[in-house]
């Protein structure tokens, strides 16, 4: 039952969720900061950017898992009894988008995503606040990579329980053009435990043609409608560059 076996899952979608979540950002106008109301009657989320320059985004949630400092454990959203936390609406809990990360343990042997119930390991460090913070950004790269919708939005409700939802959002599809724009930036901000792997994923999850350079894989070429992007890599299997096709 241990967080470790999530790592795998999370890392293999890691430049697909950072490209969602920048988009999701930019939209919202930015990191200037947003507020979020949930409409507890329509499932919904609603974000609301600091400033009058982006409209409000409305976004149906789904709820993935609560991460709870009081017990100290992580309760995936399909076994959530019925009338559980108040913050966290029935019409917020859709068990379809959350049963899909156990059946995939059920088919992959993760005991991690079978078990309804995950106890945090003893390790968490000093700051528990931060320590689930940052699980939660890996649950939720999970469901992605599981589920493929994205973004995803991390909460705080009661007592520090942190809610994690996958959203669906009117931003348009990931492109390969957006990509070689925004993937520069963003690999900074990144450590990718198998680059080759996630821009094989992220070609996987945006629905992109991508093809291996040669035999040994010192390149991938991804391309959809908008364009097409050349990842070279290193000896160790590093990414290097990232070039758009003129």
């Known amino acids: 039952m241990s967080f470790s076996a999530l790592a795998p899952l999370a890392d293999r979608a890691a430049l697909f969720v950072a490209l969602r979540q920048d988009a999701f950002l930019t939209a919202l106008g930015g990191n200037a900061g947003h507020e979020w109301h949930a409409d507890m009657a329509a499932g919904t989320i609603t974000f609301t950017a600091s400033h009058e320059a982006a409209e409000p985004m409305v976004a149906r949630a789904h709820l993935i898992a609560t991460l709870a400092p009081g017990p100290r454990s992580l309760l995936w959203a399909w076994a959530h009894p019925q009338g559980g936390n108040a913050s966290v609406s029935t019409a917020l809990r859709d068990y379809s988008v959350s049963t899909a990360l ?16 995950l106890p945090f390991p003893n390790d968490t460090g000093d700051d528990l606040d931060a320590w ?15 589920t493929g919708r994205a973004p995803y939005f991390s909460a705080p409700i009661e007592g520090g329980t942190r809610a994690v939802f996958l959203l669906d959002t009117p931003l348009p599809p990931l492109t ?7 993937l520069p930036r963003l690999l900074s901000e990144l450590s990718l435990s198998d680059a080759r792997t996630s821009v094989w994923d992220l070609a996987r999850l945006a629905s992109w043609n991508l093809q291996w350079r040669d035999d040994n894989f010192s390149g ?11 990842f070279d890599f290193d000896e160790h299997a590093r990414i290097v560059s990232i070039t758009p096709a003129n």
């Open 176 to 182: 390969v053009e957006d990509a070689g724009r925004a």
């Open 132 to 146: 689930v913070s940052q699980t939660a950004v890996a649950v939720a790269g999970t469901a992605i990579e599981i």
């Open 220 to 230: 991938a070429v991804v391309s959809d409608a908008t364009g097409t992007v050349t």
């Open 102 to 117: 156990r059946d995939y343990g059920t088919e992959h042997d993760v005991t991690a995503l079978m078990q309804p119930e």
